[in-house]
């Protein structure tokens, strides 16, 4: 007759239930990691406009550009950061770098409202808030991204067109330097550039002079007629919840 294990179904019982509860502390822990890792605050800083009516001198025609910024942190040296920004952007020719037209139009600006929302990703080049070293307060960073710029689009086959918003795909890449102040406070300044796929940011409707073509040519090029638009300027971000670590009684922070 073969001996019977008593002990056999309290561990047949036990191997699952410890399982289950390493499985959850490791979650809990995650959960937790991941909440202190987010930091929310706000941006403020200028915004001004690369293309056809700009003088390639950075910052000219520069307007106030404010907004919100968002990061969740994976590790010390990669984040995941989105922004909503507003501002407005402008440009003009002047008249005699239309001396050539024959019309009165000599003279041609604009001014637009846009709206930008983006998520990038920052590459630390050096290790950032280690919650093991106390001394990594600061480093510069390098972002790219997806976006979508939001204006005021005026349909250049309608006169008198008031336009509708659109929204377009833009590729954000910049570079930037963050500094931790406290546990829960961080500062930075960053200056990052918006490439859009079209040509009409600087389009105030139609009978006006084609900024892109202004002497009408016909002539144009995929690299050179599309618009940019650029963000410069501070944040402060605010870390929402106080960081929680284990086993490091002995470290100082």
């Not at 006169?159 to 961080?186: D, H, Q």
């Not at 944040?235 to 670590?245: A, D, E, F, G």
């Amino acid at each position: 007759m073969p001996l019977i294990d008593k002990e056999t179904p309290t561990k047949n019982i036990r191997r699952p239930l410890l399982i289950a509860v390493i499985v959850c502390l490791c979650i809990a822990n995650q959960q937790v990691q991941a909440q202190d890792r987010l930091e929310l605050g706000a941006f403020l800083g200028t915004s001004y406009y690369i293309g056809d009516l700009s003088t390639g001198i950075p910052f000219t025609n520069s307007h106030l550009a404010v907004g919100g910024i968002g990061r969740y942190v994976f590790t010390d040296r990669i984040a995941l950061k989105g922004m909503a920004l507003v501002g407005n952007i402008s440009g003009d020719y002047h008249g005699q770098d239309l001396k050539y037209l024959e019309s009165d139009e000599g003279n041609y600006s604009f001014n637009r409202s846009i709206g930008d929302i983006s998520a990038q990703v920052e590459f630390n080049f050096r290790s950032y808030d280690h919650k093991f070293i106390s001394t990594t307060t600061f480093t510069p960073y390098i972002s790219v991204g997806l976006a979508t710029t939001i204006y005021n689009r005026i349909d250049t086959d309608v006169e008198n067109s008031a336009g509708n918003t659109s929204f377009i795909l833009s590729l954000p890449f910049g570079i930037g330097a963050k500094y931790k102040i406290n546990k829960y406070v961080r500062i930075g300044a960053e200056w990052t550039f918006r490439k859009t796929f079209v040509d009409d940011l600087d389009y105030v409707g139609p009978g006006s002079i084609d900024p892109s073509d202004p002497y009408g040519f016909g002539e144009s090029t995929f690299t050179h007629n599309n618009d940019w638009i650029s963000f410069a300027g501070v944040y402060v971000t605010i870390s929402m919840l106080k960081r929680k670590t284990k086993c490091n009684d002995g470290i100082k922070k």
